[in-house]
């Protein structure tokens, strides 16, 4: 009875994994991508908002400590929503957050995006 047990169990997992690892897979290349997309502008940036390579940097470091500050808290809230609403959540402020960074015209309007988009995340 046990064997049974144990053998549906790691069937249920298998099929698990195999649909949620593509998705979440997807989810973190496009994080990735959100992490790194200021090295890709960093030229329009620096032309049209004339930006250093010390303001793209800082920008850049200052997603982490937004990030860093609710890993645990964020942590702890999933337990007590959903996961799919917290994952919508992430999604959606981070596409904000996306979008309101093409608004911006100053070098600490950058900084506060990229605070609040590693907070987002």
Do not use: H
């Amino acid at each position: 009875m046990q064997l049974n047990t144990t053998s549906i169990a790691d069937r249920a997992r298998r099929r698990i994994m195999r649909r949620l690892l593509p998705y979440l897979f997807g989810l973190f290349v496009i994080a990735y991508l959100d992490r790194v997309n200021v090295s890709y502008a960093a030229l329009q940036m620096k032309s049209e908002l004339s930006f250093t390579d010390e303001v793209l940097g800082f920008g850049a470091g200052i997603f982490f400590w937004g990030y860093f500050l609710l890993e645990i808290p964020g942590s702890i809230l999933v337990e007590k929503w959903s996961a799919r609403r917290w994952i919508a959540r992430i999604m959606i402020s981070w596409g904000v957050i996306a979008i309101l960074t093409g608004f911006v015209q100053t070098k600490n309007q950058f900084y506060l995006l990229r605070f609040l988009l590693g907070l987002g995340e």
